[in-house]
Antibody, heavy 120, light 107 residues
Framework: QVQLVQSGSELRKPGASVKVSCKASGYTFTSNAMNWVRQAPGQGLVWMGWINTNTGNPTYAQGFTGRFVFSLDTSVSTAYLQISSLKAEDTAVYYC?????????????WGQGTLVTVSS | DIQMTQSPSTLSASVGDRVTITCRASQSISSWLAWYQQKLGKAPKLLIYKASSLESGVPSRFSGSGSGTEFTLTISSLQPDDFATYYCQQYNSYSWTFGQGTKVEIK
């Protein structure tokens, strides 16, 4: 069965960096684009962008350029989100989510989420 | 960016009620709209894609309709497991966006 398993919670100080992983299993990793979604405490979902798992080409939503980097290691079916120069407002749960196979599908499988807390 | 506006923000309903949530897009998105359910502390779950296609495994009491700029999610008979927050999401444009969410509470 399809699973996306994310790395555990992280606590960082402002200005530090963090790298969140998302390990896929149960399907061919390079067949589906991987998306990233942010959810600040008590807030709604914000789409951060996606990465083409065939080419490694990332696309970032407005507001997620510069400090945010999507990457892959296809040898271990894993996608990564790295955030640098962390700010308090980056405190959120970060989800990876796969774009589905079906024609017209959207985000059909999600990781369990990784809480990143930025605090001095 | 395309803006997505959901209404209402909060909805109080009883088990067995028919519930409708509306999502409006700031410009036409054809049928490129999905609906998700999110329970507290959990990842969102895809319910509906392409405006009206039911995701595999999702109960048939959930249905979606609409095209262009106005969409609805209907729960035909609300069940205890359905109390959650619901989000619409457009994926028509280069940049995807979510609605702000609708919380369905117990009346």
């Amino acid at each position: 069965q399809v699973q996306l398993v994310q790395s555990g919670s992280e606590l960082r100080k402002p200005g530090a960096s963090v790298k969140v992983s998302c390990k896929a299993s149960g399907y061919t990793f390079t067949s589906n684009a991987m998306n990233w979604v942010r959810q600040a405490p008590g807030q709604g979902l914000v789409w951060m962008g996606w990465i083409n798992t065939n080419t490694g080409n990332p696309t970032y939503a407005q507001g997620f350029t510069g400090r945010f980097v999507f990457s892959l290691d296809t040898s271990v079916s894993t996608a990564y989100l790295q955030i640098s120069s962390l700010k308090a407002e980056d405190t959120a749960v970060y989800y990876c989510a796969r774009k589905g196979y079906s024609y017209g599908s959207s985000l059909d499988y999600w990781g369990q989420g990784t809480l990143v807390t930025v605090s001095s | 960016d395309i803006q997505m506006t959901q209404s209402p923000s909060t909805l109080s309903a009883s088990v067995g009620d028919r519930v409708t949530i509306t999502c409006r897009a700031s410009q036409s998105i054809s049928s490129w709209l999905a609906w998700y359910q999110q329970k507290l502390g959990k990842a969102p779950k895809l319910l509906i894609y392409k405006a009206s296609s039911l995701e595999s495994g999702v109960p048939s009491r959930f249905s979606g309709s609409g095209s262009g700029t106005e969409f609805t999610l209907t729960i035909s008979s609300l069940q205890p497991d359905d109390f959650a927050t619901y989000y619409c999401q457009q994926y028509n444009s280069y940049s995807w966006t979510f609605g702000q969410g609708t919380k369905v509470e117990i009346k």
